[in-house]
């Protein structure tokens, strides 16, 4: 990206864009400082929506839009524009030996235990049962839900999460969003999550390696 940072895009099947910005430390892990969600439309190589999303770290919720054009498999290349402000980047597939977007989501490679941060940087615990479900604990904030792999087939898992009472910054709040899960070059995983509630203005964001 033009502002220094990296991304990992998606596209869904329904128009959907999940964009997850931060930086890759030099432990091979991506340290998220934010995401973008937005619902957009492609034709004949170009993908816009003007709905986005852009959620910080700082909590705060920022509009604006989305343009880029692509080649499928190949490239994404656009810019956001937020105000006055745009960024532009650059985008290419990821090695499938780390992350294969046309393979199903396998739900059994992410259950178990997890230590994660969440984007506002606290520390996070997340247990996945075998069936889907999950509870967790942020900070003192405890949280429950579901996981379950997207009914389209693709490499992505579906979340809803709903947050428990004080001092849950979101108390009471449901989100829903997605999941995905990668190798790292040093034989570890990494588990993203992006969620955004139905207003689309409480958001949350947790990455963590095991």
Known sequence: MSD????YSLVLENGQIYTLYGNTGSNNVFAVSGF???NGSSNNGSFSATDVKDA???GSVTAGSLSANYVAGSSFNGSLTEGTSVVSFTGAPIGGAIYNYNTPANLAGVTGNWSLSSLRGFPTTLNIAAAGTFSGISSGCLFSGTIKPRSSGKNILDVSLTYGASPCILAGASLNGIAISYA???GQQELAI???DQTRTGTSAFVGVR
């Not at 220094?4 to 991304?7: E, V």
Request: charged share 5%; aromatic share 0%; hydrophobic share 40%.
């Open 36 to 38: 973008l969600q937005g």
């Open 184 to 186: 790292l070059p040093n």
């Open 194 to 196: 992006a969620l955004i």
């Open 4 to 7: 220094g940072r990296q991304h």
């Open 56 to 58: 910080s770290a700082s």
